[in-house]
């Protein structure tokens, strides 16, 4: 059956051309369709210009502190570095405080006020199709109900398992709406093998296979780059937030360099995560810089200068399905690179097996700095 669309909508919590996996990757695949194939939609910060496609926001009409971040402006992150810096960690607290029902109102409410909105959405561009992104609680089933109301396609892009990337309440709320979404979708899309594979066992839908793209640097222009890392020094390069997904395997890591016992070794962290956030979580030390987060261009830089690219994943986390079924949007960087890349990430999770069937890292998969330390010695 070949369905043929006039327009597609896009509701993701962020947004290109903001610093996030997903936005990034929305970026890269948003550059094949012409602007007017297709409208966005978020209720996070977003570029007031950096889009030519129509960029709508959700809103909660709900009284009290939502009505305030509601207020918050628009942002050109490209434009407005030092502000945007300064907002991110109110954007992250923004999100988190969203997803609670008692600020908001209850689930069922702020399901019933998004799909409102994006239905009228729907019908004002004349949307045939929805694409639902995973990172906020609330997107998948606001869309599953906006789209039955408009009679649309429905199709979920799944970055993280969606029933399991939440906790308590929250996920026993998106483990009920999962299924109903996931069945009743056109196409449902995810990042790697091992997220269909549990969409598959968990609901027996079939799922389809988009790798989060990365576009392929000059690396010839990369190796005349200015030096951003000390060229005496031996340079373990990570870039990206750094949160729960990732702590055991840092703490590893860290570990392993103190064990070594190289005064000219260096973990560089780039991120946005301050570092007093860092180092309550045990990732500090002497060995450790935290840098904050710079631009993509700069980051290819960065990366293309690394003597070991680090991609870690927790072995202890509150999120362990996430976890088994993560593709990073950063693999696809690493790779373009050309460095070596050591990867930490439990043995039955699709990162370890991929860079092992594959044979394009070195992978330690397991919480162990004597295992990290050889494996860092080696490649010295």
Same mark, same amino acid.
């Given at each position: ?25 929305? &970026? ?5 369709? +012409? ?12 570029s ?5 496609? /129509? ?18 402006p628009?942002?050109?992150? &490209? ?8 907002l991110?960690?109110?954007l ?8 609670? !029902?008692?600020?908001? !109102? ?19 561009? !004349? ?43 929250? #996920? ?5 709406? &999962? =299924? /109903?979404?996931? /069945?009743?979708? #056109?196409?449902?899309?995810v ?10 066992? $968990?609901? !027996? ?21 200015? #030096?951003a ?31 070594l016992?190289?005064?000219?070794? $260096? ?24 840098h ?5 261009? +700069? ?21 362990? &399905? ?44 397991? =919480? ?9 010695? $080696?490649?010295?």
């Open positions: 059956m070949t369905v043929t669309t006039s327009k597609t909508a896009i509701l993701s919590h962020i947004l290109p051309p903001l610093p996030s996996g997903q936005a990034m990757v929305l &970026e890269a695949l948003l550059g094949y369709l +012409d602007s007017a194939e297709y409208c966005l939609i978020s209720q996070g910060l977003h007031s210009g950096a889009q030519a496609a /129509k960029v709508y926001p959700l809103t909660l009409n709900s009284p009290g502190m939502c009505k305030l971040f509601r207020r918050l628009q942002i050109n992150p &490209e434009k407005d570095t030092r502000l945007h810096r300064g991110r960690p109110l992250q607290v923004y999100h988190r405080l969203w997803s609670f !029902g008692s600020l908001a !109102g209850s689930h069922e409410t702020i399901v019933a006020s998004y799909a409102t909105q994006l239905e009228a959405i729907l019908e004002r561009e !004349g949307c045939d199709v929805i694409v639902a992104c995973t990172g906020d609680l609330y997107n998948l089933p606001a869309a599953y109900v906006a789209s039955q109301r408009a009679g649309i396609e429905l199709i979920p892009y799944i970055f993280d398992d969606y029933g399991y990337q939440w906790t308590g309440d929250n #996920r026993a709320f998106a483990l009920e709406w &999962e =299924p /109903k979404v996931l /069945k009743a979708a #056109r196409a449902v899309v990042t790697n093998e091992y997220m269909a594979r549990a969409y598959q066992d $968990r609901y !027996g839908v079939t799922s389809t296979i988009v790798r989060n793209p990365a576009l392929l640097p000059d690396l010839a222009s990369l190796d005349r780059a200015p #030096r890392l000390d060229s005496g020094t031996f340079n373990i390069v990570y870039t990206g937030s750094v949160y729960s997904a990732h702590y055991d395997a840092f703490r590893c890591l860290v570990a392993a360099l103190n064990r016992g190289r005064p000219d070794v $260096r973990l560089h962290i780039f991120t946005s995560q301050p570092a007093s956030v860092l180092a309550l979580q045990g990732i500090h030390g002497t060995h450790v810089e935290i904050a987060h710079v631009s993509h261009d +700069d980051i290819l830089t960065i990366q293309h200068q690394a003597d070991v690219l680090f991609l870690p994943l927790a072995f202890d986390s509150p999120i362990p &399905e996430v976890v088994n079924t993560s593709s990073p949007g950063k693999l696809g960087e690493y790779l373009a690179v050309g460095r070596p890349v050591l990867v930490n990430a439990p043995a039955d999770s699709f990162l370890s097996w991929y860079f092992q069937e594959h044979e394009c890292g070195i992978v330690v998969d397991r =919480p162990d700095a004597d295992a990290l330390g050889a494996a860092l010695a $080696r490649l010295m």
